[in-house]
C-alpha cells in the first residue's frame, strides 16, 4: 500500500507564511508527477501546484508569484512554500500524487488534508 501525509497547516494572520509537506511511503518503484489541491467549504477541490519528477511545475492564476512548489525525489516528498496568505487561501491543503508500485502500475492517491486558514 501507499500513503500520503501532509503536515504543516495551521492558523496564521494576512500576510505570514507557511510551508506544507507530504511525503510518500509504502511499497513505491517510483514517485511522478505530485501535486497539492485546496478545497474550502462548498466549493470544489481544484489544483493549486503540481510538480513532475523532472522538476515541471504549474501553478494556479490565484497562487503564483506567492506559492512555490518543490520536492525531494530522494524521499519522496514534495513541499508547498506558501508567502503572503491571503484570507481566500483558507482551504484543506491536500497531497495527490501518480505512484508506481511496479513498473507497469500506475496509481493515483489523495492525502487525507491538512487545514490552513488565515484570518483577516
Known amino acids: 500500500q501507499v500513503q500520503l501525509v501532509e503536515s504543516g497547516g495551521g492558523l496564521v494572520q494576512a500576510g505570514e507564511s507557511l510551508r506544507l509537506s507530504c511525503a510518500a511511503s509504502?511499497?513505491?518503484?517510483?514517485?511522478?508527477?505530485m501535486a497539492w489541491y485546496r478545497q474550502a467549504p462548498g466549493k470544489q477541490r481544484d489544483l493549486v501546484a503540481s510538480i513532475t519528477r523532472g522538476g515541471t511545475t504549474v501553478y494556479s492564476d490565484s497562487v503564483k508569484g506567492r506559492f512555490t512548489i518543490s520536492r525531494d525525489n530522494a524521499k519522496n516528498t514534495v513541499y508547498l512554500q506558501m508567502n503572503s496568505l491571503k484570507p481566500e487561501d483558507t482551504a484543506v491543503y491536500y497531497c495527490?500524487?501518480?505512484?508506481?508500485?511496479?513498473?507497469?502500475?500506475?496509481?493515483?492517491?489523495w492525502g487525507h488534508g491538512t487545514q490552513v486558514t488565515v484570518s483577516a
Open positions: 495527490n500524487a501518480d505512484v508506481k508500485r511496479t513498473m507497469l502500475s500506475l496509481l493515483n492517491y
Open positions: 509504502g511499497n513505491i518503484f517510483s514517485v511522478n508527477t
